[in-house]
């Protein structure tokens, strides 16, 4: 029974941290070698159901009134960066390593507040601090994009350079 309760195996978790029920559930099942799963009910699964069904239809109507401007190759542009802010952001690991978006803990009032944007050490990261650096390098990205073909978009000179210097500013501040 000693050997049970050993220091190492310990979770130590601060009286202001916030972890959900499957990490718990993880930890439990890793130390006792179990395989205990969360059990939902009926209920919960049937409303899981009919929210993703009405998802569907309500995709499919909407891709039945929205076909002219799909197209748009502007629209496919914009549909492609959330894609790739998604895709480079780092679904996949968040969701293999069940990684929370930030790191929250309780504050005095008993609120719960994001303590950590950007985990610190090395070879981890929440999922939010992902998103955060790949929507930064979207941003970026466009912004030269736009430096590019600045005079496609204005056929002023004056106008031309305003926006290559607001542009120039906009990238020295990221």
Known sequence: ????????????????????????????NNHLRT????????????IK???GLSLIVILFFFVKFAYPILLNQKTWFAIAIAFWVVFTGGLVYSMLNTMPWFKFERNEFGQVVIAEYFMRGQRGQWAGEGYIASILCTVIGISYLGLCNIEKFFENKSSQRLAVMALLVALYIM
């Open 49 to 51: 159901n009919v929210l």
């Open 35 to 46: 395989d205990v799963k969360i059990k939902f009910t009926f209920l919960q699964i049937l």
């Open 1 to 28: 029974m000693e050997k049970f309760y050993e220091t190492t195996d310990l979770w130590l978790i601060g009286s202001n941290e916030v972890y959900d029920a499957q990490k718990q559930i993880d930890f439990v």
